[in-house]
């Protein structure tokens, strides 16, 4: 198994408190690159990417089943906005 270094540990610690930041931040571009997607096969790869983080967001089943199901960007956009305001609470770490 790998040892790594404190500097490491400490960047891998870091990454980890700050996953839902970074989820939201990929979500919110997910939904600017659904917008551009021209081609049916990049569309199903960012649908499939933006289901796995929303579900890693805590967004509730049912509403990433009905936003996957409809695959509308708009509705995805509401979601990052309700992320971004708050009312999707966070998972405690």
């Not at 790998?2 to 610690?13: F, M």
């Not at 980890?16 to 970074?22: K, L």
């Not at 049912?62 to 309700?82: F, K, N």
């Amino acid at each position: 198994m790998t040892e790594y270094s404190d500097y490491q540990k400490d960047v891998i610690r870091r990454y980890y408190e700050n996953r839902d930041q970074i989820d939201e931040q990929r979500l919110s571009e997910l939904v600017t690159n659904l917008y551009l997607a021209t081609s049916e096969k990049k569309k199903a790869q960012l649908w499939q990417r933006a289901e796995e983080l929303m579900r890693r967001l805590n967004v509730p089943e049912s509403r990433v089943e009905h936003i996957v199901r409809t695959a509308d960007p708009a509705i995805l956009a509401a979601v990052v906005e309700d992320l971004q305001k708050g009312l999707i609470p966070r998972k405690k770490p």
